[in-house]
């Protein structure tokens, strides 16, 4: 699980950044924890970087490995709207990621294949997930769940960035 | 956006007797009580460089909590509060329960049982069909649909009732039930606190061993230290046991999930400041703290009720391999103890007694010798614990002792405790060459994931002599004995 994994066939995620680049530039990488994993998504806005830490957790369920979603189109998949309502930012993404979890299991661990985050606003996320409906069912890491653990969304220079920490 | 943990103050943590550190009040700001972590100086350095010994502060600034902030020696960073972490909160003065203390996997546990079985002559020849055997039987990996699907009427049973459900449907033995820690049943479960999803997500998974850290493990007693204590648990030398460890599957998942959302929320609202917003907690008086306490229960229940189920898949596995009807194997039931869990339970404080919230996460009770809830054929002995060492290595058997009373709620270690990342274990090993590692060494494995392998490796882990060895050092628990691994089913 390097940092800066590619996120190529997912039609609104930009190839993820690493530390180092600009903030705004959209990306995601995982950290490093001695039980679990953490994501850290950047975006120009929060919708982005939304994206970018569903990409993470999708990477960790192994759902984007090469060859699974093909790039330059969206894959064949079951688009499933998603909408969660919070009272803040932290628990919108740990909401929302959360659901995406719900999905996933009850799919069958089918893997995610695309996301889209229309909108993020103080108190509701809402966009859409596209879980694989040809491929084989994800063979990454299991995730219990998306925790508060040293939950970070906020704004970062001229974007945002967020941290979450997977239970797996 | 959630404070950051880690307000470290002036104070430093010190040893204040052999096997003991105390990480004083100040360590992080607003603890209530000081941090004790039970530790050889080398497990101590390691908790502190992994950022643990910042979590034990962080637990110790709970409303209500008493006593101290304890961690085991298999201590390890986790999300809130670290692995091996204990910590009671007394109910009547405003005491907290968190679900952060319990975490998602609610009732996650270890079972052991024994075997009439020996190993030179009844398996070793056929460990190999044996593991064959058990692998085609017993459900494991993420998709894994259960042994004992269930309708929602079930699940509801299930949660209720713990193994009493599968028992009442023929399978296992009663005895069963009274070897395990609440007699197999954890009181006081609401299911009606369980939410739709959660039901969902448990109607086929029960009787399946999940994925992560899950195991089951074809084992051989190596080393009998406390023969009284052994002879009460049915071991001795050179005899085949089985150890598997699962929890409650998606219906904990989404439980802690279900109930950790509202009172993040309502926690806020009132109040309640924490330096990691995954200790979002409730005074347990509050109604909402009410609900996710019996809902809590109810998904312990069904972990129960899980390693119940896969214990019987286990034993129809040997009997179908070896040829012999089930009821012949001596298969009993050593014991079943969890170790993500929350208990009211009563204990002195400061020579008065007291309702306490105890929460165990990665730790395990351990009642001692004459402990009046422990089996009767326990009462002289105390009550066992299964601590799985990692795969391919040694792992335990423990008896709680009476000083562990005092110490730290009656609580000991879980297991070796992690020790790096998963990242960095697949980095330095590929599952194949694990698997060739370890075959080499004459364990016998099956596994759901090659690939991820690696992450369980032997290296990723602690010492588990050196954990229950600590824990024997500071009167928490005692050695009884020591097994080795012979066939693995990785989760």
């Known amino acids: 699980m390097a940092r800066g994994s590619t996120t190529s066939g997912a039609p609104s995620a930009a190839p993820s950044s690493t530390a180092s680049e600009p903030a705004a530039m959209a990306g995601f990488e995982l950290l490093a924890h001695t039980a679990d994993v953490g994501v850290r998504a ?35 998949g079951e688009r499933v709207a998603v909408e969660v309502t919070a009272g803040d930012h932290g628990a919108l993404l740990v909401d929302w990621l959360n659901e995406v979890l719900w999905l996933h299991e009850a799919r069958q661990h089918a893997a995610v294949v695309a996301v889209r985050v229309d909108q993020v606003t103080g108190d509701r996320a809402a966009g859409g997930v596209t879980f694989s409906t040809t491929g084989p069912p994800a063979d990454g890491t299991f995730v219990k769940a998306a925790t508060y653990h040293q939950l970070r969304v906020g704004r970062d220079g001229g974007g945002w960035l967020a941290e979450v920490y997977l239970d797996v | 956006m959630s404070e950051p943990t880690g307000r470290r103050g002036a104070v430093e943590p010190r040893q204040v007797e052999p096997f003991v550190w105390e990480v004083p009040v100040g360590y992080v700001e607003g603890m209530r009580v000081p941090g004790v972590v039970f530790a050889s100086g080398e497990l101590f350095a390691r908790a502190l460089e992994d950022r643990a010994v910042e979590q034990v502060a962080n637990v110790a600034t709970l409303p209500g909590i008493v006593g101290a902030s304890y961690a085991m020696p298999d201590i390890h960073w986790g999300y809130g509060f670290p692995i091996g972490g204990v910590a009671a909160t007394d109910v009547a003065e405003g005491g907290v329960v968190s679900p952060g203390g319990v975490g998602f996997d609610i009732g996650c546990g270890v079972r052991l049982l024994r075997s009439d079985l020996d190993w030179e002559a009844d398996v070793r ?17 993420t998709g894994g649909k259960g042994l004992l699907p269930l ?22 033995v009663e005895a069963d039930a009274v070897a395990c820690e609440d007699g197999g049943t954890v009181g006081g479960a609401d299911p009606a606190q369980v939410s739709d999803r959660a039901y969902q997500r448990g109607a086929p998974q029960l009787g399946s061993l999940g994925g992560g850290n899950h195991f089951l493990e074809v084992q051989v007693v190596d080393e009998v230290r406390d023969r009284p204590a052994a002879a ?20 904990g998942h989404q439980t802690c999930t279900d109930h950790l959302k509202v009172i993040d929320r309502l926690g806020t609202a009132l109040g309640i400041r924490v330096p990691d917003r995954q200790l979002a907690c409730l005074p347990v008086e509050r109604p909402e703290a009410q609900a996710y306490l019996g809902a809590m229960r109810a998904a312990a229940n069904f ?27 001596g298969m009993d039931l050593v014991y079943d103890v969890s170790h993500n869990l929350a208990k009211l339970e009563e204990h002195e404080v400061d020579g008065r007694r007291r309702t306490l919230c105890v929460h165990r996460k990665g730790a395990t009770r351990a009642l001692g010798p004459g402990h009046p809830e422990l089996p009767d054929r326990y009462r002289e002995v105390g009550q066992p614990v299964i601590n799985p060492g990692s795969m391919g290595t040694f792992s335990y058997v423990l008896a709680g002792e009476e000083r562990a009373e005092r110490r730290a709620f009656a609580s000991t270690c879980h297991g070796a405790g992690r020790a790096m ?11 194949a060459d694990l698997r060739r590692q370890l075959e080499g060494e004459g364990v016998v494995l099956a596994a759901a994931n090659w690939k991820l392998l690696s992450e369980e490796a032997p290296y990723a882990y602690k010492d588990a002599t050196a954990v229950v060895e600590t824990c024997e050092r500071v009167g928490l628990s005692r050695v009884v004995a020591r097994l080795r691994p012979a066939g693995v089913l990785k989760g």
């Open chain 2, 303 to 329: 972990a129960l009720a899980n390693r119940h189920v896969l214990a019987d898949g286990v034993r129809r596995a040997f009997g179908e391999v070896l040829g012999r009807p089930v009821a012949g194997l």
């Open chain 2, 232 to 251: 009460a648990m049915g071991l001795r030398p050179g005899q085949v046991c089985v150890m598997l460890h699962s929890g409650s599957r998606g219906v």
């Open chain 1, 42 to 76: 950047r975006g120009a806005t929060l919708e982005e970087v939304f994206e970018q830490a569903t990409l993470g957790l999708a990477e960790v369920l192994g759902a984007l490995a090469p060859g699974r979603a093909p790039p330059g189109g969206p894959p064949d």
């Open chain 2, 421 to 431: 990342s998963r990242t960095r274990a697949r980095k330095l090993m590929s599952g």
């Open chain 2, 125 to 141: 020849a056929r460990v190999g069909e044996l593991v064959q055997a058990l692998a085609r039987r017993v459900p494991r990996g």
């Open chain 2, 151 to 172: 309708d929602r009427a079930g699940v509801e049973r299930v949660l209720v009732e713990g193994v009493r459900h599968p028992l009442g449907r023929g399978v296992g």
